[in-house]
Each structure stands twice: as structure tokens, then as C-alpha cells.
């Protein structure tokens, strides 16, 4: 049996998904349920990229459009998009993506650096580059997606 940090030279599985055209990845450890879209609640003076709130279950769950949160254009969604459940610190969050592609097995050191002409935007969420079957799925931080003092209003 493994500990911790010795397991992931072994390999994590990630979840894989798509937002446009672009495709990210994150612990499968972090995620607690995928479900298909419900239309949210809007929330006031919500930031733009918190789509609103759906009931889950009898709790409260803000919806992050993950595509505005990465400062990409979002779009309405529709039944085909996707909602990730993931629990970030203490919270719950559902992240609305286009749809879920793959379960990839990647150990650390396949892990590729970002380049250095990335905006510190893109910096403060992804973590790196994986090369996957000729395409390139980038490595989602869940931490910066929700800044703590926005955790605690949504």
C-alpha cells in the first residue's frame, strides 16, 4: 500500500473535459458526481462567471461556468453541457463544462511546464501540460477556479 506522495509517481487518474475547443483535465479524487445541466438560479451581484445556483439534494450548489471563468467566451448551455461536481477546500461546486471526455492515468514527471508567454490568468489555474494520444490536455489547479472570499459568498 502506497502513501500519498509516493502513489502519484505512480500515476493519478484525471477526469478529462472539454471546454470549446480546448480540453482539461483534473483529479478524479476531486470529483464527487457528474450530472447533466439543471438551469440555475441567477444570483445577484454574482460574479460574472457564477452562472447561479442549483438545488442538489436538498444543497445549495453555485454553478461556475468554467469557459468565463478561463477567460473564454461562454455561451448559453444547453443539455448537452455538463456539470462537474467537485469539492474545493470545504465546499461543493459544480463546474459547467462542454463534456466529459476521458479518464487519463498520468504520472507526475509526464507533467510539461507551461511556456512563458501564458498570462498569469492561465497560470493561476493550470498547472501544467499533459501530451495525450497527439493532443494536449491541460492540468486544472481546483484551488484559484473559486477565490476563498468568493467560496464564501457563493
Do not use: H
Not at 476531486?30 to 445541466?37: A, H, K, L, N, S
Not at 445577484?44 to 452562472?51: G, H, L, N, Q
Not at 463546474?95 to 511546464?113: G, K, R
Not at 498570462?119 to 494520444?133: A, H, T, W, Y
Request: proline share 6%; net charge negative; hydrophobic share 50%.
Amino acid at each position: 500500500m502506497m502513501k500519498g506522495d509516493e502513489a502519484l509517481s505512480e500515476g493519478r487518474e484525471l477526469i478529462a473535459f472539454r471546454v470549446g475547443k480546448q480540453e482539461f483535465c483534473i483529479n478524479v479524487m476531486m470529483v464527487r458526481e457528474i450530472r447533466g445541466w439543471t438551469a440555475a438560479t441567477a444570483l445577484p451581484r454574482a460574479p460574472r462567471y457564477v452562472k447561479g445556483v442549483i438545488n442538489l439534494r436538498g444543497a445549495v450548489l453555485p454553478i461556475v461556468d468554467l469557459a468565463v471563468r478561463l477567460g473564454m467566451p461562454g455561451g448559453e448551455p444547453t443539455e448537452r453541457n455538463v456539470i462537474i461536481v467537485v469539492q474545493i477546500f470545504q465546499r461543493q461546486v459544480g463546474l459547467l463544462v462542454d463534456a466529459v471526455s476521458d479518464i487519463l492515468t498520468a504520472n507526475d514527471n509526464i507533467i510539461q511546464p507551461l511556456p512563458d508567454v501564458t498570462s498569469e490568468l492561465v497560470k493561476s489555474f493550470v498547472k501544467g501540460l499533459l501530451p495525450m494520444d497527439g493532443r494536449m490536455v491541460s492540468l486544472i489547479m481546483l484551488d484559484n477556479v473559486l477565490p476563498v472570499e468568493e467560496m464564501e459568498v457563493a
